[in-house]
């Protein structure tokens, strides 16, 4: 059975970067597509989805992000990471990763469909940013 | 980017009622919608995925219903432990967006 866990500094101070790593264990299922993803919750706040990236290393990000994130692979470590660059105050959240699969499904003869849920999920880590 | 909407923000119930929890998105979704169910201090845990199809292991007065725009989940005989707060999520479209959250609590 995979699990994640988010490993990382609880602190950043302002205007510095963020990094965070996923290791995850128990492996998966060869025959289907994933996506490792982060998701983060501020305090008594809802949850964003900040990223993902492909098991081939293709990386998608939320746009208010887009210009200082980044999320990569590490197959080898069995990891996957993220890096939030110029941090602020508004950064400071609990941050979750978790794998997203692919599931594919055939309503009629040579149709398909694609449906897309995050169905593991790290326990997550909370950051703060302050000096 | 999709705009999810639930309502209501909160909900009181007692143990044994059937509660209904609404989502809308801004724009069309076909069945790419996704519930997740939330304990204090816990992660999110995936509830129901296209729509209406429950994941293994959640019980069965858990459903999940609607398409296009509109969709609801409903909770059959409340029981103690569903005390959470639930949100919904697009995944029709990048960047995924979740809803804001319904908030379940018990009478």
């Known amino acids: 059975q995979v699990q994640l866990q988010e490993s990382g500094p609880g602190l950043v101070k302002p205007s510095q970067t963020l990094s965070l790593t996923c290791t995850v264990s128990g492996g998966s299922d060869s025959t289907v597509k ?29 746009p208010s992000l887009r210009s200082r994130v980044s999320i990569s692979l590490d197959t080898s470590e069995s990891q996957f990471s993220l890096t939030l660059f110029s941090v602020t105050a508004a950064d400071t959240a609990v941050y979750y990763c978790a794998r997203e699969t692919e599931e594919m499904t055939s309503p009629s003869w040579g149709l398909y469909d694609y449906y897309y849920y995050m169905n593991v999920w790290g326990k997550g880590t909370t950051v703060i940013v302050s000096s | 980017d999709i705009q999810m909407t639930q309502s209501p923000s909160s909900l009181s ?9 609404t989502c809308r998105s801004s724009q069309t979704i076909d069945r790419s919608l996704n519930w997740y169910q939330q304990k204090s201090g816990k992660a999110p845990k ?6 209406s199809s429950l994941q293994s292991g959640v019980p069965s007065r858990f459903r999940g219903s ?3 725009t509109d969709f609801t989940l409903t909770i059959g005989s409340l029981q103690p432990e569903d005390l959470a707060i639930y949100y919904c999520q697009q995944t029709d479209s990048l960047p995924y967006s979740f809803g804001q959250g319904t908030k379940l609590e018990l009478k």
């Open chain 2, 46 to 51: 995936l509830l129901i995925s296209a729509s």
């Open chain 2, 13 to 21: 119930a007692s143990v044994g009622d059937s509660v209904t929890i």
């Open chain 2, 66 to 68: 609607g398409s296009g």
């Open chain 1, 34 to 62: 994933y996506y490792w993803t982060w998701i983060r919750q501020p305090a008594g706040k809802g949850l964003e989805w900040v990223g993902r990236v492909s098991t081939s290393g293709v990386s998608d990000y939320h």
